[in-house]
């Protein structure tokens, strides 16, 4: 009698041991979405119990650039902290929140707590030696920098960029990226006449209510053409053929339109061309100070994600391309 009860007494114990490895052992893939900048963001969440495994994206229609570093890196430290309780990517708030989103939906449709672990220290951090040289440091990687940093390389420079947000672009890549560009061949195309470099000037400085430095303005005026077809032609940027748009204070439809409608075309394109030049993106690298000797500036000294102290070297130049629009406030700071 005594031996059957221990006999059932071990079947149960046994059941219950088989269930409970099973349920945390359990591998399963959940849909989820959120709603991120640009409508809904839809993911599959592969869990093994209570732990994240992988997350992938199905669905999105967010900016291409700015939503990478969510869905790379934002997605390790969710995976190694098994936590979606986790800072945005600044610059990419909106995106960041709905991703989140979409992964606690997954979590609370697979009816699953997630475990707690101890936060790993992240592997994606990039090694960077802590003084590097070159002969030219952009600093900024919006559409000025991109353009600065190209024309470097390509007359033979060692060049880099360092950037200090966690992705490249700038305004450029959030703006419109219409392109003022007088005498331009959609302007050919659609029977636009009488627009000049004279024309373009004349509006520039009247829209700023002649504060603009004439000698800068006619530099844009004069080589606004000109760039329009380097990115074109050496960047491939695809502009409308059959559109353009006149800004506000303009005297001609002149202003070139990227396909989409977007910054996006411009900085995903001069990104590839500096990816092709191999010119390295130091990204989340804040420029703090100009390095000054013998009255020239040598190089920058900047900070990585706010904490690693990191030089710069440049042998010939270091370019500001830090927009700020008319306070040039980041240049300021700089200088
Ligand atoms: C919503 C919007 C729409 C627009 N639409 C148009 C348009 O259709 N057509 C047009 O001609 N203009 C438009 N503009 C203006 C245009 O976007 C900007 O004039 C242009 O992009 C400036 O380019 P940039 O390379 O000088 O600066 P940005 O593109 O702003 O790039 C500067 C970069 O420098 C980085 N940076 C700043 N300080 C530091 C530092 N200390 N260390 C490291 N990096 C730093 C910034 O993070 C940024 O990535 C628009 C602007 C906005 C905001």
């Not at 939906?105 to 090694?127: N, Q």
């Not at 420029?287 to 994600?305: E, F, H, M, P």
């Amino acid at each position: 009698m005594k031996k059957r009860w221990w006999g059932i007494i071990f079947t149960i114990v046994s059941i219950f041991f088989l269930t409970a490895c099973s349920a945390s052992d359990k591998s399963q893939t959940v849909n989820g979405t959120g709603t991120g900048k640009h409508g809904n963001i839809k993911v599959a969440v592969t869990f093994k119990g209570d732990s994240i495994k992988d997350i992938k994206v199905l669905k999105q229609n967010e900016n291409k650039v700015l939503s990478k570093p969510v869905y790379s890196q934002l997605k390790d430290t969710i995976v190694a902290k098994n936590s979606t309780g986790v800072d945005v990517v600044s610059g990419s708030t909106a995106t960041s929140k709905g991703y989140i989103a979409a992964v606690n939906d997954a979590v609370k449709k697979a009816g699953i707590s997630l475990k707690k672990v101890k936060a790993k220290t992240s592997t994606t951090e990039p090694k960077i030696a802590k003084t590097n040289n070159y002969d030219v440091v952009v600093v900024g990687s919006g559409g000025g920098g991109f353009a600065a940093a190209i024309e470097a390389k390509q007359a033979g420079k060692k060049v880099a960029i360092i950037e200090k947000m966690p992705t490249v672009g700038g305004n450029t890549l959030i703006s419109g990226g219409e392109m003022n560009a007088p005498g331009n061949w959609v302007q050919k195309r659609l029977g636009i006449k009488g627009d000049s470099v004279a024309s373009y000037y004349k509006d520039t400085m009247k829209g700023g209510d002649n504060l603009g430095d004439p000698a800068m303005v006619h530099i844009l005026a004069n080589n606004a053409l000109g760039s329009a077809k380097w990115l074109r032609d050496d960047i491939h940027v695809k502009f409308l053929n059959d559109q353009l748009f006149q800004f506000g204070g303009h005297s001609y439809k002149r202003a070139l339109i990227p396909v989409g409608h977007t910054g996006q075309e411009l900085v995903t394109k001069l990104n590839a061309k500096a990816k092709s030049l191999n010119i390295p993106i130091y990204v989340n690298m804040r420029a703090k100070s100009l390095i000054k000797k013998d009255g020239r500036i040598t190089g920058v000294k900047a900070q990585y994600q706010g904490k690693r102290n990191i030089t710069f070297k440049a042998k010939n130049a270091v370019i500001l391309t830090t927009g700020g629009f008319g306070s040039n406030g980041s240049v300021k700071n700089l200088v």
